[in-house]
């Protein structure tokens, strides 16, 4: 049935189930591991009349020790899960990367996953002529795709090069995913997917894959796995000079 | 000083009408490219995900600074009172509109959704430095607008000084902003200096003075009207402390950086090896675009010379076209550094410096805008009376026996 012509009571018994199974999920996600030990934090879906809250600021905890050289399996789910070309010319969109850092005293390599950092104080909403970029009420760091001029303002502000800018024509997009071309845009936290209570892509791929080197979470509640694993493990935020209070911590660097 | 009567130029001879057919056919060659773009998208020009801003932004840029600071001359005379410079004034607002307009438009017709250019003036986001701009622009049009109308229109003339010092006002404004747009990007090696706004404000007065000369001295020639030495030197004089100026703000900020050993790499880069950006800086911006115009300007045998004086202001042209490229393009070439100390590398060209050239569209649509603030200046002198019938000597010099 087509989306539009759905009625409110359909919408709502959708959504309870969608509900149903998000909440059976973290039930046997808890259920499969040892007590007390939860590796996934399920976010817990939001019924769809209600806005964001900044009772809860969504992050990443990205440990590189436990990302592998030559993986890119995030990479690849992300631009699946958002209908994003795999290019990788000058002018492509990338809203995700492998970086391979070598410190250069001691030589030592890591791998890491870059993208949005879903600052607290995000640089390229301060500089938005318009208010295009703007970041939702739970940390997440958005384009609004209908008043974004591509003036490219942010992308020359954002201090982890994390926004592309869309050069050309697209075809075959995402619904939840709308994109445009003159536009900017860059990773949204898997905002479609975080609303109904999912992993964003990366980290569910990460996990599949069995290495485990990403948890989402609640940076807001202090019983998230994610909030544990940052009060109990040193962790770094990228260019902490800037101190923009970055909703993505690394852990390995 | 005698009494200045103005006069619109003739705008009949054939010279006239080429020179508009040119202007013209550069614009529309400029106007068609933009449509091209924004047809296909910006994969037609040699931008990228790393080199944001191109070569339509040197060229808007340029304009946009070198519009606040042509409007220096008219300054002069009604806020810092040198009777002098007043016959200067009307051509030094009418140049600022029409950089200024020239400007603009590349910069809006450059953008990723030029169609939705009404929301840029519908939406503001007042933290941001472009949205002050947005109002700093339209600003400075509004106060030259009415400074033009306070010296044409003999009933309002007694306003002539505070719309003077109202467009005064506006345009250190102006070019306060168009340096804050790369001095408070904090995350860039080369721009997150607040040093950029005064240095952008200087710059001004020098492209600005170079352009009103040159326009000065062609229109005179063109128009067969008389222009004496007295005004020629004065300005040529005042050109070459300007470039002096620039060349004295661009070596404290290299200095500057120089002394943070963060920002050694991209220094570096710019100053030693950086290929084409190196090169611009070296032989475009500092030598032929401040060295030799100080020689010609000032050496004697050669600064009475028109032909040097006019080529100098080419030079200087160049010169601040050489420092905007550098400035921005050369800016963003330079990799970001997100890991200090770390080599860096990805599928997103982290870790390397990113190549850019122009494409041809992109490029006519810079030139274009250029063309269109030399058709509102040149329309502008055909319909209005900007222009003193005469500038000799007897005329404009108060010391003139």
Redesign the interface.
Known sequence: MNEQNKTAEQVIEDYSRRKFLGTSAAVGATLAIAPGITLLDMAQARPADQAASSKNRWGLLIDSNKCATGCDDC?SACFKENAIKEG?K?????WI?????????SGRTSSLP?MCQHCAEP?C????????SFKRADGIVLVDRH???????C???????A???????LTDQNPDVPRG????ESCTLCVHRVDKGEQPACVEACSSSGKNAMIFGDLNDPNSEISKRIAETATTQ??AD?QLNPGVRYQG? | MKIINYREIEGRSSGFLILLAILGLLALLGLGSAHYMEEHGHVVTGMTNQIVWGIPHVFAVFLIVAASGALNVASIGSVFGKSFYKPLAPLSALLAIGLLGGGLTVLMLDLGRPDRVIVAATHYNFKSVFAWNVFLYSGFFGAVAIYIWTMMDKTVSSYTKPAGYLAFVVRLLLTTGTGSIFGFLVARQFYDSALLAPMFIIMSFSYGLAIYLGVLMASYKWTNRPLGDAVINRLKNLLGVFIAAVLLLVTIFHMTNLYFTKHHGVEAFILLNGGIYTSLFWLGQIILGSLVPLVLLYAPGISKSRSAIAFACGLVILGGLSQMYVTIIGGQAYPLVLFPGYQESSSFFDGVVHNYSPSLPETLLGLGGMAIAGIIVTLGLKVLRFLPLSLADSVADPHAK
Do not use: N, W
């Open positions: 990479v990788k000058e002018t492509d969109s990338q990367r492998k970086i391979e850092l070598k410190d250069m005293q870059m640089p909403v301060d500089v938005c002529p318009t208010g295009a008043i974004c001029i591509g003036c490219r303002y992308m020359m502000a954002c201090p982890y090069k926004r592309s800018f869309v050069h050309e024509e071309k003159g536009c900017v990228v260019r800037l660097i």
